[in-house]
């Protein structure tokens, strides 16, 4: 079964859901699921549609075509997916093992539909898991002297693979303005979040020491501003004076493996709309 998913913005206008899936309609493609989204004070428009193209009676090339005379007409930009088509995902990591075990054992057991061709870390602490799902490992080790051509070894290795998503599970470096400007839109990131924020060294320490009852774990796209790019994914979690520094860690790391693992998944799964600094995200 080939199945197309269509993302879809423009002006708001009135006709644009009935103006796409009548094309759909009439040339036989199954719509089975849409979902839209308005922005009222921008007054822009968001949708994004899930099609079975098993029984339609024209070529894809002929479907294409004719939804691009549409967006051409209506002001849209559009963009086409096929979910058959697999994106390949490079794994970062440092020496914290909770994140990558979630996004191999999620992987391995069908839920997030990807290819891994690499996991890349600048430590070998992990190298011994990423052998237990039989997945490449490769040791780039950096310092302030060496950034500049372990980011060159970084790029030609995603070049070699095709990687289309780079995914920092707790890696601890941060790369240059001009790698995330490269491969904006495709690098998802995870940290920690507290109220008030803890920034800098042992923030769980200073998280108890204020008295924290809340802690949480935020998922976003990268950007250069430290921590600032678009939100994917949220969550929280309760603690209370019972809690050991220790105990809120294991807390914190718990809702930081969930949270980057769903970001992940609908990123994989064509749910997310870039729209500036915010994210639009469907459900289904």
Request: net charge negative; glycine share 4%; proline share 4%.
């Amino acid at each position: 079964m080939r199945h197309l998913i269509l993302h879809i913005n423009c002006p708001d206008q009135r006709g644009i859901i009935a103006q796409f899936t009548a094309i759909l309609y009439d040339h036989g493609a199954n719509v089975l699921n849409l979902e839209q989204h308005v922005e009222p004070g921008e007054k822009l428009f968001f949708m994004r549609i899930h099609i079975d193209l098993s029984s339609m009676e024209i070529s894809e090339n002929a479907l294409g075509e004719i939804l691009m005379a549409l967006v051409k007409k209506t002001n849209s930009s559009i963009q086409f997916y096929y979910p058959e088509n697999l994106l390949k995902m490079a794994i970062f990591v440092t020496k914290e093992s909770a994140p990558l075990y979630d996004l191999l054992i999620k992987h391995q057991s069908g839920e997030l539909p990807c290819e891994i061709p690499c996991i890349i870390s600048n430590h070998e602490h992990l190298k011994e898991i990423a052998g237990q799902f039989n997945i490449p490992f490769f040791h780039l080790p950096v310092s302030p002297e060496t950034k500049v051509e372990q980011e060159k070894e970084i790029r030609a290795l995603m070049e070699k693979e095709k990687i289309d998503l780079l995914v920092l599970a707790r890696y601890m470096q941060i790369l240059s303005s001009e790698f995330v400007a490269d491969y904006q839109g495709r690098i998802i990131n995870i940290h920690h979040g507290f109220l008030p924020a803890f920034k800098g060294n042992h923030p769980y320490s200073k998280a108890w020491e204020r008295g924290v009852k809340m802690i949480g774990a935020t998922a976003h796209y990268v950007t250069a501003e430290l921590d600032e790019g678009p939100i994917i994914e949220q969550d929280v979690v309760s603690v209370n004076h019972q809690h050991s520094v220790q105990e809120m860690v294991q807390a914190g790391r718990d809702i930081e493996r969930r949270v980057l693992t769903s970001a992940v998944k609908a990123h994989l799964e064509h749910r997310i709309i870039l729209d500036g600094r915010r994210t639009i995200i469907f459900h289904s």
